[in-house]
């Protein structure tokens, strides 16, 4: 039983570009969870999602961030017009449907803006 | 929001001390909790779960105080390999805090 999935490990873009980050999640999780974390600080919270279903994204930028969990495929983070202060580590967590804060890490998307 | 609150440090402890830090939570009625350890850009790896009982596994025990409405954390003969920052959530909500971040010196 594969790990939840994050690619690309890393990913440089110039500003103004889209960034997509894709997360698969372990076999048999459908929730799944998107952070954010700068160097130096804390995970924040950006979206909570269900297949097909966006449950809470009170994390997320209001503008240029967007998250997708399809019925088929990853769950993808999208980015758009990347600037600086985007460059980060964003986080992806998997956990089954009755347990939700015993989530499962993938090793991250470290984005790099330049 | 702040769900959980904890103390970031940084602990700074020599090896095969004793520690412990505490985590406040928010809603009452959580009933169980869950401690994560990050290293240094790493992912969160769940380190152990938190219930009325407390849980103890080997060289770290975690409490639920619900008069306080804390969790702590406890490791005895602190290892260097234990240098991390710790983080706690509780089982029905996924914001974390900033962690409290733990050095062990030789």
């Known amino acids: 039983n594969a790990g939840v999935m994050q690619n690309p490990r890393h990913l440089v873009r110039r500003r103004g570009q889209e960034a997509r980050l894709r997360c698969s999640p372990m076999?048999?999780?459908?929730?799944v969870y998107w952070y954010r974390q700068l160097p130096e600080e804390g995970l924040k919270f950006m979206v909570y999602l269900q297949k097909e279903n966006i449950i809470d994204e009170s994390g997320m930028p209001k503008e240029r961030f967007s998250a997708e969990f399809p019925k088929e495929g990853p769950s993808i983070l999208r980015i758009q017009q990347v600037v600086r202060g985007d460059s980060a580590a964003y986080f992806c967590a998997s956990s089954p449907p009755d347990r939700e804060a015993e989530a499962f890490f993938g090793q991250g998307t470290r984005l790099t803006v330049v | 929001r702040k769900e959980v609150e904890q103390d970031p440090g940084p602990f700074n402890v020599p090896e095969g001390a004793t520690v412990a830090f505490n985590c406040t939570y928010s809603n009452s009625a959580s009933q169980s909790f869950f401690w994560y350890r990050q290293d240094c850009r790493k992912e969160p790896k769940l380190l152990m779960s938190v219930y009325s009982s407390g849980n103890e596994d080997g060289r770290f025990t975690a409490q639920l105080n619900r008069a306080s409405q804390y969790i702590s954390l406890l490791i005895r003969d602190s290892k260097l390999s234990d240098s991390a920052t710790y983080l706690c959530?509780?089982?029905?909500?996924?914001?974390f805090g900033t962690g409290t971040s733990l050095t062990v010196i030789p």
């Open positions: 076999k048999g999780h459908s929730h």
């Open positions: 959530v509780p089982e029905d909500q996924f914001y």
